[in-house]
């Protein structure tokens, strides 16, 4: 039972890892389901998660989840795009991504905050800098969400495995 746990809880840390760089897969959430699932349900002999150590990690996969929710918003907000562009950007990458893939989210989501932006009466310069601060913000949040799940997995083993 305890090895089933212990495989269970690092099957869903590399989830997380691989959930950073898939688009719809939810890296942080998948994170911290192994961590919790190893922390609760994890053999009470042997290695184990400390509470400081699990509270570490959890606020780590909680902060994945922040960060793969909100940064695109935030980076179209800083490039100076309206509210209503940034939801409809989330809306239109949600469509492409099923008909161009994780180019469509790139893609369209450029496009529609250009789009929207220029509809809106913005100039052609500061719609265009909202949509690269956007594409940006995806782009950085990919990598920062690779950062922090590969921290918890590298944490998660050097507590349980090494320590």
Do not use: C, D, N, W
């Amino acid at each position: 039972m305890v090895e089933l746990v212990t495989l269970a809880a690092l099957a869903f840390l590399l989830g997380g890892i691989v959930g950073s760089v898939l688009p719809m897969v939810p890296a942080g959430g998948l994170s911290l389901v192994g961590v919790a699932l190893y922390f609760f349900a994890g053999p009470s002999e042997g290695p184990r998660l400390g509470l400081l150590a699990f509270l570490v990690l959890a606020g780590v996969a909680v902060a994945t989840v922040a960060v793969e929710h909100l940064s695109g918003a935030l980076a179209s907000k800083a490039g100076g795009a309206e509210t209503s562009t940034m939801i409809l950007a989330a809306v239109a990458s949600l469509v492409l991504f099923f008909v161009l893939g994780p180019l469509g989210i790139v893609v369209g989501t450029a496009l529609t905050v250009l789009g929207a932006e220029l509809y809106a009466g913005k100039e052609p310069e500061a719609a265009a800098r909202a949509a690269v601060y956007t594409v940006a913000g995806l782009l950085a949040s990919t990598v920062a969400q690779f950062a922090l799940t590969l921290s918890i997995l590298i944490g998660f083993l050097v507590v349980v495995f090494v320590v």
